[in-house]
């Protein structure tokens, strides 16, 4: 009975172009993914999406409640790279999970890169987050020729 609920309400979802006030709902899904309060500032990082035609970020709606997001965004080059995208942070609230809807938003966000003319799209993930890893890989992502390096700053 659970599974038919989720279905029927899969037919209902929407993938939309991400607003400014969406910032509360996806700090609530990031809260619930990582048990911790949230330390991103979503409210600036989506003012900034919304303010640049070139990006692409999306969130999945059903029945007006927002239980996924993907913010992504161009890069310009810069160390050997040609104009590419980045997607730089997802979630998908727990209980839909499995449902589809993260493959859903990295779909919207292909195809309009795909229009823009981008041919390279990445992101990052840690080594030890099996479940990411294995989401991007069933999208096509596979390892790129790049390392990314960390350095700490003392406060």
């Known amino acids: 009975m659970t599974v038919l609920i989720m279905v029927n309400a899969l037919d209902s ?13 996806i700090s609530r899904i990031q809260a619930t993914i990582t048990k911790s309060p949230p330390t991103i500032d979503f409210r600036q990082i989506i003012e900034e999406q919304v303010g640049s035609p070139e990006n ?5 709606e059903i029945d007006g409640i927002v239980v996924g997001y993907m913010i992504s965004y161009i890069l310009f080059g810069g160390f050997g790279l040609e104009k590419s995208a ?9 209980k839909f999970m499995g449902q589809g809807i993260g493959k ?4 919207e966000i292909l195809d309009v890169y795909r229009k823009k003319g ?6 990052s993930v840690r080594w030890d987050s099996v479940d990411l890893l294995s989401f991007f890989k069933t ?7 790049f390392i990314n390096l960390k350095k700490r700053l003392d406060r």
């Open 104 to 107: 859903r938003l990295a779909q």
């Open 86 to 94: 980045w997607i730089s942070t997802l979630g998908v609230d727990p």
């Open 13 to 25: 979802m929407i993938i939309r172009e991400i607003r400014a006030e969406d910032a509360k709902d």
């Open 118 to 123: 981008i041919q390279s799209i990445y992101t």
């Open 139 to 145: 999208l096509g992502f596979d390892r790129s020729h």
């Open 56 to 60: 692409a970020s999306f969130v999945a």
